[in-house]
C-alpha cells in the first residue's frame, strides 16, 4: 500500500510541474545526477547494455525521438526544468559546442552510488564519476562564462541540484549474487548503511573540494 501511495505522490508531482511552469527562470541552472531516471543521453556514448537510444523510448517525446532517455517521454528532471522555467539539462558527454549555463546532466543509467554497481552491463558513470565531472566543468569550463568571481559564485549559489541514485546497488548489484557477493558478505541493513555512508563521504569530499575551491575567471 505504502508503494501506491508514494507512486500516486509522484504522479500528482508531476502532474503540478507539468501544469505550472514559470516564464522567468525561478533559478539560473539545473545540474542533474543520477541513474537510468534521470539520464538524458549519457549512456548513448559509453560502452554498455544500458542504451534507450531506440524505439519505443522517446515515442512520446518531442516528436516522437529516442534521446537516451529510458522513458516514453520526460524525465522527471525534465518536468522540473519546465517548473523553474529552464530548458532541458543536456547530457554531459554528448555536449557539442559551447557550454550550456542553464545547467547539465550527468546521470546515467545502470550505475549507482558503488563504483562496481552495474559494471557487468558495461561501463557506466557511477555518482562519484559524475560529480568528478561537475567539479570539472567548475574549475575549467564554467568560469570562462563569467566576468568576476563573485558572479560566478552568485550563479552557483542560486543553481538547482538534483539526484536520483541508489536503486541500482540493489537491481544491478545485490540482487544478483551470481555477480556480485555483496548480498552474501551483508544483510540488507548493513547494505543499506553500506550506501548511505559511501554516498556521505561522496558528499562530504565534494563539498570541501568546493569549500577549498579558488574560482579563477579565465
Not at 559546442?97 to 552510488?113: D, H, Q
Not at 563504483?115 to 559524475?130: A, D, R
Not at 560566478?152 to 549474487?177: A, C, E, H, K
Request: glycine share 8%; charged share 20%.
Amino acid at each position: 500500500m505504502e508503494k501506491f501511495k508514494f507512486l500516486a505522490m509522484i504522479i500528482v508531482l508531476l502532474m503540478y510541474f507539468e501544469s505550472v511552469k514559470s516564464e522567468i527562470p525561478l533559478a539560473p541552472a539545473l545540474y542533474v545526477f543520477g541513474d537510468s531516471i534521470f539520464d538524458s543521453g549519457n549512456n548513448n556514448v559509453l560502452p554498455t547494455l544500458a542504451k534507450a537510444d531506440f524505439k519505443p523510448y522517446g515515442s512520446n517525446f518531442d516528436g516522437g525521438r529516442a534521446t537516451g532517455r529510458f522513458t516514453n517521454g520526460k524525465t522527471v528532471a525534465d518536468f522540473i526544468a519546465e517548473f523553474l522555467g529552464l530548458p532541458f539539462s543536456p547530457p554531459y558527454l554528448s555536449l557539442r559546442g559551447s557550454l550550456k549555463l542553464t545547467g547539465l546532466n550527468y546521470a546515467s543509467g545502470s550505475c549507482g552510488i558503488l563504483p562496481y554497481t552495474g559494471n557487468f552491463i558495461g561501463k557506466c558513470l557511477h555518482f562519484s564519476e559524475q560529480v568528478d565531472l561537475f567539479q570539472r566543468t567548475v574549475e575549467r569550463e564554467l568560469p570562462r562564462k563569467f566576468d568576476d568571481p563573485e558572479e560566478f559564485s552568485s550563479y552557483l549559489s542560486r543553481s538547482i541540484f538534483v539526484v536520483s541514485t541508489g536503486n541500482n546497488d540493489y537491481v544491478n548489484n545485490y540482487l544478483q549474487p551470481n555477480i556480485y557477493g555483496t548480498s552474501k558478505r551483508y544483510t540488507p541493513d548493513s547494505f543499506a548503511k553500506l550506501l548511505i555512508d559511501t554516498l556521505s563521504q561522496q558528499l562530504q569530499a565534494s563539498l570541501s573540494h568546493f569549500y577549498d575551491l579558488k574560482i579563477d575567471i579565465l
